[in-house]
Structure formats: C-alpha cells, structure tokens
C-alpha cells in the first residue's frame, strides 16, 4: 500500500525503464526502508525468506503425497500446459514466456497443484 501511496500510474513497457521513472529517481528507496524498519526487522525478513526458500528447495521431490492422478481437470490442463512448456525448454527450442496465474478459494487444491507441478519439473530437469 505504500508504494500504492507515492507511486504514479505509469506504464512500464520493459524492466530497462525502471530507473528513468520520475518515482524511482525521486525516492530513496534504501533510506526510506531503513529509516521505516530497524535492522532487527529487516534481518528477520531476510532471514525468512533465506529460510523459506532453503525449505522450498530441500522439499522438492520429497513431497511424495502429490500425484497428478488426484488433480481434477482444470488443474490437469494447467499442468499440462506447464509441463509442455518446460519440455519444449528442455529440448532448446525457442518458446515465449509462460505465465499463469492460479487464483480460486481457500481449500481448493491451488498449493496441491503447485507442489505436483514442482515435483513433476523437478524430476524432467534431472532426467
């Protein structure tokens, strides 16, 4: 929300124009952060994300309670298309960024999907 407050509503065409915006030369963003938070606080949100990914990492292929026989449909279709966009990487062919946005209700599987959609990359990778 607070970038929200002291953003403009720019259109940001390519990551290279990211530092010729009037709100990024205009704000100090490190100073503010610091003069925001104390140190104790950004090195525990430092420490928190080290460790989250750290535990993201060692879980993959760990995780043998996901299948992809328990998806219902529509999380199939999108882990179908996830999974032929990675091998089309894989085999070096030339392919246009992948996004997907998995949104829906609380409890309808959309971390069960991630954690299959992991697994499953992660055994491609290493085959």
């Known amino acids: ?4 407050e002291i953003g403009l509503n720019v259109n940001i065409v390519s990551l290279s124009n990211l ?3 009037d709100i990024d030369r205009n704000h ?4 503010d952060t610091q003069q925001r ?3 104790d606080d950004i090195k525990k949100a430092y420490d928190f994300v080290n460790e989250a990914s750290t535990d993201a990492i060692d879980d993959l292929g760990k995780d043998d309670s996901v299948n992809y026989e328990n998806l219902n449909e529509k999380q199939k279709t999108i882990f179908n298309r996830i999974e032929s966009h990675y091998s089309s990487i894989l085999m070096g062919n030339s392919v246009k960024l992948l996004r997907i946005i998995i949104m829906d209700t609380a409890g309808i599987g959309k971390s069960y999907l991630i954690r299959t959609i992991r697994k499953r990359l992660s055994i491609m990778e290493n085959s």
């Open 28 to 31: 100090d963003w490190v100073n």
């Open 1 to 4: 929300m607070h970038f929200a």
């Open 19 to 21: 530092d010729s915006r």
């Open 37 to 39: 938070y104390s140190f």
